[in-house]
């Protein structure tokens, strides 16, 4: 999975050269040219990376398919039915040595000492009667103490629990700093992880393991050291966030820039198995309009495994079978998502049935039932290598032009009129950027009226629903509501879906827009932002390469810088796109803070009463002004988007113009014997590129 062999030789060569031209910068004068060099050599290279998100219930086999995946049969625990992962494990390569290695990240001291006050709070207002299995907090709470201090936080107080003799194998959380595991074998680093990634139901039990630290850990990073994709970055995700606010703001950040999900589900119920459908429908918007999610894959898993009656029929053959009536079967239950839909096309929806068992047999030539090597491939072609690679030695060489044509600069009367050209170029190229961003603009506010007319109309009845559904008792639901005011406006229950009042809010103004969104900032590669907009901007360097031979260097680093700059600009919009998006609910949210705060601190009698009044009351009050609020939140981000692409292109390019082209600089060093062979090792890279594509 790693790059061509031809192609990391090239790259090493042109990263040897380009360092030896930085040692010659360092020692010319400090200069505005230098210095502008200086650093283009050294952000040359770029740390991109692909994030690909793995969803699934507990036993339905994520990190065996995570084993098979990276070939590592013995890396990620599993198997064990009384077991789960109760933390975010990202897996990626080991670029530094040759160990398998576990980067685990803490969560703040403040942070556990505010979720041990909470337990204070919660035993103080929690009685007998209501401990019991149906109160997921107290049974929360129970498990990750239990976990850390075993039955001694019975009789604690929170100040006792943050006695350092309980840290004393963790020195790292105490101190803040990231603890590192380092082990020769997957296997020992295995054994010597399990306790911060994974909860037991009996702590300790066989492994003698007499703490768990899974409930200090935000995140584990294991980087395996062999031939995994350089760029991509697993992550073994809980399906439905986390109660911590710190790790939950981790989650949403790493679902909102996966470009690929994996949802992961056995294969004898994929299709009808409703956790499954329950985390892709709850991460949707995460993962769409409000994310970079290009690919979504439901994955089967146990495809080797059938229940036969006519034991001489062929067996592979039923299997097949089978799997290819699965994979219909899910495939229609897609198209009944509507709503999912509208944040993703046909084209990006694909259905794998696995057998990560059958993959890890030894010796097996040709694995029939386990469609993992096509994941594998998949994952290789994520990881682009060589798209980096290009990027690499094309900037190396515009760099590189660069400083040899200002090095030969002669007749300035042609600089002045090659820039002139190049300015007015630019000026007409951004006119018809700002015409598309503007008429975003326009669309956006058009649809985002009609939704905050229709959130006017609806939200009361929207909220009634919410706050006296079917089927509810009084005082099961009072928990309910008083845990989802509590954790401000979304609750996460151990079992069952998400509850998240914001978004039941919002969504009249995400409804309004969710299609246009997704036609103005799409996915999917094959069309940029604003009608691809960004990506038909060009100086027309090409054009001026043939009549003006003498800045032919110039212009081939403009080129350079050009493709650079609209690559950049992408990057920000859909950076960008996350935040406007989710911005519509996280107004909404921040509005409705104080009567959260209000009716989670009801605690006599009529509790329920005064929740659902307060809320009511709220609502009633805010709609006029709130749902205005979001869409006015919405629509200023958009033109700060646009004015920051304006001046970022003009700025950039500017830059590049006056150094190309006005600058007198003679303190550049000589180059033209560095620039002789990136120029070599670029065309053969780019020989390479074709006979490939041949």
């Not at 694995?367 to 094309?394: G, K, R």
């Amino acid at each position: 999975m790693s790059p061509s062999l031809p192609e990391q030789r090239i790259k090493s060569d042109v990263k040897n050269v380009m360092t030896d031209v930085l040692v010659k910068l360092l020692y010319q004068e400090n200069t505005t040219l230098n210095s502008f060099l200086r650093d283009k050599i050294r952000n040359l290279e770029t740390d991109r990376r692909e994030l690909v998100g793995v969803f699934g219930k507990t036993g339905a086999g994520k990190t065996s398919l995570i084993n098979a995946v990276i070939d590592e049969r013995e890396l990620l625990p599993s198997g064990d039915v009384n077991a789960c992962t109760s933390v975010m494990i990202k897996v990626e390569a080991n670029m530094c040595n040759t160990n398998y290695e576990a980067h685990i990240e803490f969560i703040t001291k403040e942070e556990w000492k505010d979720e041990l006050w909470s337990v204070s709070q919660l035993q103080e207002n929690t009685t007998d009667q209501k401990k019991d299995d149906e109160d997921d907090d107290y049974q929360d709470v129970v498990e990750k103490l239990s976990a850390l201090y075993g039955e001694e936080w019975k009789e604690r107080s929170s100040e006792q629990l943050m006695d350092p003799k309980y840290f004393k194998e963790i020195p790292e959380f105490l101190q803040s700093t990231e603890k590192i595991l380092s082990c020769e074998t997957a296997k020992e680093l295995s054994a010597k992880m399990i306790k911060y990634t994974r909860t037991e139901s009996n702590h300790g039990g066989e492994r003698g393991i007499k703490r768990w630290y899974w409930p200090l850990v935000k995140c584990v990073t294991v980087k395996v050291p062999h031939d995994f994709p350089q760029h991509i970055t697993l992550v073994d995700l809980p399906g439905n966030g986390d109660r911590n606010k710190s790790r939950d703001t981790m989650w949403k950040g790493i679902v909102g820039n996966c470009s690929t999900v994996w949802i992961v589900t056995e294969i004898n119920r994929a299709a009808s198995e409703k956790e499954s459908w329950e985390i892709l429908k709850s991460v949707s918007s995460l993962l769409g309009n409000g994310g970079e999610c290009r690919d979504i894959h439901f994955i089967c898993t146990k495809s080797d495994v059938i229940d036969s009656t006519d034991h001489s029929a062929d067996l592979q053959a039923e299997i097949l079978r089978r799997n290819i009536k699965v994979k219909d079967a899910v495939r229609k239950e897609f198209n009944k998502l509507h709503k999912i839909k509208k944040h993703f096309s046909d084209d990006s929806f694909k259905v794998y049935t696995v057998s990560s068992k059958e993959f890890l047999k030894p010796k097996v030539l040709s694995a029939e039932n386990t469609e993992i090597p096509e994941l594998q491939d998949f994952l290789q072609n994520l990881n682009d290598s060589h798209s980096e690679t290009l990027n690499y030695v094309s900037g190396a060489h515009g760099i590189l032009s660069l400083i040899h044509g200002v090095r030969l600069r002669n007749e300035p009367g042609i600089h002045t009129e090659v820039c002139e050209k190049l300015e007015r170029n630019m000026a007409l190229q951004l006119g018809p950027v700002q015409k598309a961003m503007g008429r975003a603009c326009l669309v956006f506010e058009k649809c985002l009226c009609e939704g905050v007319e229709r959130a006017k109309i609806s939200c009361e009845k929207k909220l009634h629903n919410f706050l006296y559904p079917r089927g509810k008792s009084g005082s099961g639901y009072h928990r309910t509501l008083k845990s989802v005011f509590k954790s401000g406006g979304v609750y996460k229950p151990k079992k069952g879906k998400q509850i998240n009042l914001n978004m039941k809010l919002s969504s009249f103004l995400t409804d309004s827009i969710d299609e246009e969104f997704r036609k103005t900032f799409p996915n999917e590669r094959k069309c940029g932002p604003f009608n691809g907009v960004i990506d038909k901007f060009s100086l027309e360097t090409e054009s001026l390469k043939e009549n003006y031979k003498d800045v032919m260097l110039q212009l081939i680093f403009l080129q350079t810088e050009e493709e650079k700059i609209k690559k950049k600009l992408n990057k920000k919009i859909k950076d960008q796109k996350k935040i406007m998006y989710n911005s519509l609910t996280e107004t909404i949210e921040e509005t409705m803070q104080e009567c959260y705060k209000k009716s989670a601190g009801f605690s006599k009698t009529d509790t329920l009463k005064n929740i659902r009044e307060t809320i009511e009351t709220h609502v009633k009050k805010s709609k006029d002004t709130m749902f205005d609020k979001a869409k006015d939140v919405m629509l200023t981000e958009l033109k700060s988007l646009e004015d920051d692409i304006v001046e970022s292109v003009k700025s950039t390019m500017e830059e590049c113009l006056e150094l190309s082209f006005r600058t007198d600089d003679h303190s550049i060093p000589d180059v033209s014997t560095e620039l002789g062979i990136v120029e070599k090792l670029y065309d053969e890279l780019k020989r390479n590129t074709k006979d490939a594509v041949n």
